[in-house]
């Protein structure tokens, strides 16, 4: 809380509702935790990382280098998504390239 406190990010005063660190830590995490489960869930896949994309980097203004190398993998993440997306079609080429590649499937009867 210590962090929240000194560095200011709770922004909820600023919007006319001011909200103790606590709860802003609380709906925090509870936002990330349902932005996760959509991502994981593919539901509006390439919206979410859109929408996404903007508080990514709000905190590089705030944090400089040090949050532009932490965030690097989200931002590789994010564009994997943007460009593949979710669908039967890119599921099935994302299964068929990791059975290719990482587990060598024999075709056949041998397979089995």
């Known amino acids: 809380m210590?962090?929240?406190?000194?560095?200011?990010?709770?922004?909820?005063?600023?919007?006319g509702v001011p909200l103790p660190?606590?709860?802003?830590?609380?709906?925090?995490?509870?936002?990330e935790l349902l932005v996760g489960l959509w991502l994981v869930l593919g539901v509006f896949l390439r919206e979410v990382v859109i929408v996404a994309w903007f508080p990514v980097n709000l905190t590089l203004t705030l944090f400089l280098?040090?949050?532009?190398?932490?965030?690097?993998?989200?931002?590789?993440?994010?564009?994997?998504?943007?460009?593949?997306?979710a669908g039967p079609k890119n599921e099935a080429l994302w299964l068929e390239g990791l059975r290719g590649r990482l587990v060598p499937v024999r075709e056949g009867r041998a397979a089995l």
């Open 2 to 15: 210590g962090f929240l406190r000194d560095s200011g990010l709770n922004f909820t005063p600023y919007l």
């Open 21 to 31: 660190d606590e709860v802003f830590v609380l709906l925090a995490g509870s936002v």
């Open 65 to 85: 280098w040090e949050e532009l190398i932490g965030h690097l993998p989200v931002y590789g993440v994010m564009a994997v998504l943007l460009v593949w997306g």
